[in-house]
């Protein structure tokens, strides 16, 4: 069964950085599509940023020019450089792959990033 392993969360003060890391394991499965969602306490979950094997990727607003999404397709891992993090990033965030065949989405436990003061 594919396990998605997620690391680098914690706790910073606004203008810090962070650089959250996921890996795949247990699968020999390709993953189209890796990156990230977040879910902040009383909000829904919502995109991050994704990324394809061909590079291509997908940031939202919020975001830009702040985080940086990357991988490495032989290990299945993706990667989140999150810089300038202001109290509003603040929420569990959650490493999600999806299958280049059947487009199947798996999705890890998450892990909790905190910016304050």
């Known amino acids: 069964q594919v396990q998605l392993t997620e690391s680098g969360g914690g706790t910073v003060q606004p203008g810090g950085s962070l650089r959250l890391s996921c890996a795949a394991s247990g699968s020999k499965l390709s993953f189209g599509s890796m990156g990230w969602y977040r879910q902040a306490p009383g909000k829904q979950r919502e995109l991050v940023a994704t990324?394809?094997?061909?590079?291509?990727?997908n940031c939202a607003d919020s975001v830009k020019g702040r985080f940086t999404i990357s991988r490495d397709n032989a290990e299945n891992t993706v990667y989140l450089r999150m810089n300038s993090l202001k109290p509003e990033d603040t929420a569990v965030y959650y490493c999600?792959?999806?299958?280049?065949?059947?487009?199947?989405?798996?999705w890890g436990k998450g892990t909790l990033v905190t910016v304050s003061s």
């Open positions: 999600t792959a999806q299958t280049t065949t059947f487009r199947i989405r798996y």
């Open positions: 990324i394809t094997t061909g590079g291509s990727t």
